[in-house]
């Protein structure tokens, strides 16, 4: 079949019937993140990250390349999995209490004062997930209560396994900045990721893209 032949399915009613359930949307979404057991946070900081982690992302799939030359061209090969660290913005109510948390985190890796830490990984690692939500709320099933008792459905879930801080950005501090509530981010490091997808046959639970 041409271009010009298929042409007519490419209206915009064929593109709207493409387009399932309006696009997902970047906005949203809800992030969790799970604390190591030695961390004594303030309040429920599992409920504070639903409603206060304002940015997150979906993390890439990348694999490395191995340039093979030969003969004048070169030849690529995939190489070595990578996977990029994770960033999320959290805005810091009146309490610090994710500031505090992840402040305590970072200091159960390397204490603040002397050069020590937990040694074990297994330890100051935890999980995280993304869940990336529909704009159409059901009976049943998925992560959030909608109104009236209803559920928002889950479109996707990313999981992050082995995560911990790398870095708990500073926040600026100004007599000029007016009309603003105040951010941070923070970065993690990971093991690898796995997704929940949806339609998956009975008693698969997940799809492991990076083990």
């Known amino acids: 079949m041409t271009l010009g032949e298929s042409f007519s399915n ?3 009613t064929n593109f709207r019937d493409r387009l399932i359930g309006g696009g997902a949307r970047p906005n949203m979404f809800e992030v969790n993140i799970t604390l190591p057991e030695q961390i004594a ?3 429920d900081i599992s409920q504070d990250m639903r409603f206060l982690v304002k ?3 979906i993390p890439a799939a990348n694999i490395g ?4 030359p030969f003969r004048g061209r070169v030849l690529p090969v995939a190489g070595d999995r990578t996977f990029d660290p994770w960033t999320v ?3 810091n109510d009146a309490q610090f209490n994710i500031r505090d948390a992840m402040e305590q985190w970072s200091n159960l890796i390397n204490d603040l004062q002397f050069d020590v830490g937990d040694i074990n990984p297994a330890d ?3 999980k995280a997930e993304v869940f990336q939500l529909s704009r159409q709320s059901q009976g049943s099933g998925g992560q959030s209560a ?3 008792g209803e559920i928002i459905q889950t479109l996707r879930t990313y999981n992050f396994e082995g995560i911990y801080p790398n870095a708990v950005s500073s926040i600026p501090l100004d007599y000029g900045a007016t009309d603003q509530i105040e951010e941070f981010q923070v970065t993690f490091n990971y093991l690898f990721w796995t997704t929940d997808l949806p339609g998956l046959p009975k008693g698969v ?3 492991s893209i990076g083990n």
């Open 65 to 68: 390349n191995i340039p093979v």
């Open 124 to 126: 100051y690692q935890t």
């Open 55 to 57: 940015a997150a992302e």
């Open 146 to 148: 909608g109104k009236g």
């Open 10 to 12: 490419r209206s915009i």
């Open 89 to 91: 913005t959290v805005i």
């Open 205 to 207: 639970e997940s799809v």
């Open 41 to 43: 946070p303030n309040g």
